[in-house]
């Protein structure tokens, strides 16, 4: 079966298999790329974490090495991706084989759940490669994944229309880099991207501000 991803509509969707929910009456997750966003995530209220990389390819498999010190350095669950790449998500037999290798050494260094996608390539759910992968991440749960996210303005039309619980966000800010020397001759990555000066940080405020207004919507 041939599978591609359609990168332009975006969906989250819950696989139940597993501990869902919060105390509060709602889950803030929030995506994160490094130990510093994991923490602040967690300082500002969110409920869950979602671990990647390369969030500016809308999110790729982490390193193990970040997936454990994270976990020593929250007490929130942490969801890790499984994505061995950017772009759609439609994934060749190796790439599906590295996805496999992933989800059992996410389980192995403390993954609290799972988040992946996949797609045929006229678009639909890959369900039977899901489902092989969802087996694989037993007991854990799964998130079903392709991209969104939440933001200020957004949030409070989403949750009132939807009646959604669980919601998805960045809640990122730049912050500037601690380097002295800094080569304007040369950068790092793709002319078009940003400075490597300016990094991409989870905002606690961002995310108090975001967790504030879903307690008054649905508490």
Not at 27 to 43: G, H, Y
Not at 113 to 142: N, Q, W, Y
């Amino acid at each position: 079966m041939k599978r591609q991803g359609a990168s332009s509509e975006r969906k989250r969707a819950r696989i139940p298999s597993g501990k869902a929910g919060a105390a509060n009456g709602f889950l803030m997750e929030v995506c994160v790329d490094s130990v510093e966003s994991a923490v602040n995530a967690e300082r500002g209220g969110a409920g869950r974490i979602e671990l990647c990389s390369g969030l500016l390819e809308g999110g790729t498999t982490p390193s193990m090495g970040v997936l454990q010190v994270v976990k020593q350095c929250v007490q929130i669950p942490v969801f890790v991706m499984i994505r061995p790449r950017g772009g759609d998500f439609l994934y060749s037999d190796r790439e599906v084989e590295v996805m496999k290798a992933d989800i059992r050494l996410a389980k192995l260094y403390g993954a609290d759940g799972l988040v992946f996608g996949a797609l045929t390539e006229d678009g639909h759910i890959d369900k039977e490669l899901c489902m092989s992968l969802v087996a694989i991440c037993r007991p854990l749960p799964v998130t079903f994944h392709r991209g969104g996210g939440i933001t200020e303005r957004n949030l409070q039309r989403i949750l009132e229309g939807s009646g959604a619980t669980e919601f998805h966000c960045s809640a990122r800010s730049a912050r500037d880099s601690g380097m002295k020397f800094r080569n304007s001759s040369v950068a790092m990555g793709a002319s078009l991207s940003s400075s490597e000066y300016s990094l991409k940080v989870t905002d606690v405020t961002q995310v108090r501000t975001l967790n504030a207004i879903a307690k008054n919507i649905l508490v």
